[in-house]
């Protein structure tokens, strides 16, 4: 079984990369859909961020108010590593119960460890290698403007908060460069995927 952490920035398209190696026969593992779970209604997670950020970001119905607490985090870095540190370990610990799980199996397949914040939140060392989706700021502020409504500001903002991508590049295998359309990037998903077919 390979394990791969597979990472990218907003605006990358980096689950336009997680589908394809999903069609790709690999499986997937969306630390953020864990995430998420973990901070549905009623979840024990969700009490930890009401208490730490306040009941403003909790709505009527009891659910989280993600878009409010996103607009909030991820425009200061301390409270991004508040909420980071409430989930990261609870999401961590799952990945790695799958993961066990497959190899008790004996399974022989790729596995992609999908996560935004793959180094931000400690969990390269889980993977084989890591591979990192990349794109021009412009391509990747145009994309999450028509996809998420944002002014520039905020999504320069989210991008600035992040892990500066010469950092990510250091700790990546590989660097997808998603800038050029579909046809460029599945071929560099292509090959290296044949290069971890070859290495098997």
């Known amino acids: 079984m390979k ?34 779970a973990m901070t549905d209604r009623g979840a024990p997670a969700l009490k930890e961020i009401e208490k730490t950020f306040g009941k403003k970001y909790i709505s009527a119905d009891g659910s989280l108010d993600r878009k409010a607490l996103g607009d909030l985090v991820f425009g200061n870095k301390e409270k991004l590593e508040a909420l980071q ?9 799952e990945i790695n119960d799958r993961i066990c799980q497959m190899k008790e199996e004996g399974s022989d397949k790729t596995v992609i460890i999908d996560a935004p914040l793959l180094f931000e939140c400690g969990m390269e060392g889980i993977a084989d290698e890591n591979w990192l989706v990349t794109a021009d700021t412009k391509v990747r502020l145009l994309r999450v ?13 989210r991008i600035e908060n ?4 010469a950092e990510k590049i250091r700790r990546s295998r590989c660097v997808i460069d998603n800038s050029a359309g579909l046809e460029r990037l599945y071929e560099q998903i292509d090959l290296q995927l044949e290069r971890i077919e070859n290495e098997r």
Do not use: F, H, W
Not at 3 to 31: F, H, M, P, Q, R
Not at 146 to 157: C, F, G, P, T, V
């Open 162 to 165: 992040q892990m500066p991508d």
């Open 3 to 36: 394990i791969i952490g597979l990472t990218g920035g907003i605006g990358t398209g980096k689950s336009t990369v997680s589908e394809y190696l999903n069609k790709k026969g690999c499986v997937i593992i969306d630390a953020d859909a864990i995430s998420r």
């Open 85 to 93: 540190k409430i989930i990261t370990e609870k999401v961590i610990e």
């Open 145 to 157: 403007s028509k996809r998420d409504n944002l002014s520039e500001e905020q999504i320069m903002a």
